[in-house]
């Protein structure tokens, strides 16, 4: 988006010092900074007011501040109390002049895939724009919002949650008129009391859209179809159960566990073979197909660019190397419900050797008993694990990624890899090295 620094000012009641420059997009980093965004400084673990001479240097014409301002700081200047929330309000200001239709998703699993496939599938009938990789919070949303070209006409914003009210809060600055909920699972569900709890807190999505506004909501899970009842806005479900609107039908796997399938939907049957792998990207893609429906999109050309998506980064990125051994990238993060889904997709792989190398899910309710039953799931598919810096699975961990590079060994024809688990474990070294050897 383009905009003025004055305009910054005004929106977020700062006090602007210096030229009123021309400003286009926003970045909280300073090494990504490019030449005309405004730099956000954000205090957490680090000072970013630490980094504005860097990200001036880097092209940034301007900065917010909640420090005192200083004889020769650089470039212009917009002082506020607290820079994140004034990149809040900013957000929602340039949010409120925008004609754009807003898709928000959330969901304890598939959220990011999602958005993926929804933004693939859109953007042939539509201008779309999404959150990079998982821009999904308090910093990364607002920094979508602002970075979005001035003619999009469509977001698509992926919202995540970690406690009661977060997703209320996102819901404010965005305004979505569509939402997308993927299934309700033991994530963050020891911040919110359990499942129940995550249900709840991922219902803001649904309760925070207008009348005339769509919830799209996965009927296969029992929690997430149940929000229905909670919207007062017009509900599409889409799933393989009887009487979803989008409904799934004939799944089959290819030998990279690739899916193809039938759907009915209210705007005629459509049949896809999909780019990306694992049986569980099936219902990310109908809700895919159902917000094209919902904001009158081609369907014909959605379900082509469905064939050729590739999805963010360390997410099913299913690699076969030279020697003839597939290796399954799904290292971004990891609860039980995701898990299980990557271990179909490993079992769903021709092999004649299949490994698991798992690492911690973080923030789950009961920790022992689910990652036993993750091990006890794998076995029962004839995938052995391999856990790292964990005890939790019931093995025997192995101490980091190097030893358990070592402990898969050389990779041949049969052989099948998975990695997966939560962004604290780091297993995107175990992948990577697997990938290069």
Partial sequence: MRFRASDV????????????????????????????????????????????????????????????IWPGMPGTAIEVPDTLQALMRLAAARRDRST????????????TSTKDLAWAALAPSRRTWANE????????????????????????????????????????????????VTRVAEAHSERVGGIEGVARAKSELVLALPPDGVAILNADDPRVAAMARRSSAAVLLYGETQGSHVRVRSVVLDHLAR?????????????????VSGRHMVSNAAAAIACVGAVGGDL???????????????????????????????????NPTSMRAAIDALAAVPATRRLAVLGLMAEISDPEREHRGIHAYAAERGVEVLAVATDLYGVTPLPDAAAAVTAVGELGEGDAVLVKGSRVAGLERVAAALIDS
């Fill in 9 to 68: 000012a005004r929106d977020t009641g700062g006090r602007l010092v210096g030229p009123d420059v021309a400003i286009e997009g926003v970045s909280f980093d300073s090494r990504s900074v490019v030449p005309g965004q405004l730099f956000v400084p954000l205090v957490d673990q680090r000072d970013g007011h630490d980094f504005i001479e860097s990200a001036v240097g880097r092209g940034a014409p301007a900065y917010l501040t909640s420090k005192p």
């Fill in 100 to 111: 754009a239709t807003v898709v928000g998703i959330t969901g304890s699993v598939g959220k």
């Fill in 133 to 180: 990789r998982s821009f999904n919070n308090d910093q990364g949303l607002p920094t979508t919002i602002l970075n979005a070209p001035d003619d999009t006409e469509v977001m698509v914003l992926e919202m995540g949650m970690r406690g009661f009210g977060e997703i209320t809060r996102l819901a404010d600055i965005a305004r979505p008129s569509i939402g997308i």
């Fill in 259 to 275: 899916a193809s399938f039938a759907a009915d939907t209210p705007w005629g049957e459509v049949y896809v073979r999909l780019g």
């Fill in 300 to 334: 014909d050309a959605a379900v082509e660019a469905l064939g050729q998506v590739r999805l963010t980064a360390m997410r099913m990125d299913v690699v076969r190397l030279r020697s003839g051994a597939t290796v399954i990238d799904d290292s971004y993060n990891a």
